[in-house]
């Protein structure tokens, strides 16, 4: 049965650690053929987004073949028109809400140029 997972971050300068905010996020599953979209926000005026997807989403059509998403993300910062790419947060876990329907997933402070 599929499950919602939320991720969240704070996106923040590389150069003197602000937030972001205007900045698109896009969020993936690394994958070995094909990365998985998983969803698209736009930062608010703390630099925080969150995407909220079903595990359907990064799993697939063969159950049981990928367990936990391996997720990056890509944004691109409104003040300097760059893209930046994270690191993969592999084999990702997070908190359970309160009624277990959801897994929040925080990628804490992600830093871009």
């Not at 923040?12 to 998983?38: C, E, M, W």
């Not at 790419?85 to 359970?96: A, D, H, I, P, Y």
């Amino acid at each position: 049965m599929p499950y919602k997972e939320i991720v969240t971050a704070r996106i923040v300068s590389r150069q003197n650690h602000q937030p972001v905010s205007g900045a698109t996020v896009r969020v993936y599953d690394k994958d070995i053929v094909l990365n998985d979209f998983l969803g698209e926000a736009t930062t608010d005026a703390d630099g925080r987004f969150s995407v909220t997807f079903s595990s359907d989403d990064f799993q697939g059509h063969v159950s049981g073949f990928e367990a936990r998403p391996d997720v990056f993300v890509k944004v691109t910062n409104p003040a300097t028109g760059k893209t930046t790419k994270s690191k993969v947060f592999e084999e990702l876990t997070g908190e359970l809400t309160s009624n277990d329907a959801e897994e929040i997933l925080n990628l804490g402070d992600v830093e871009v140029d």
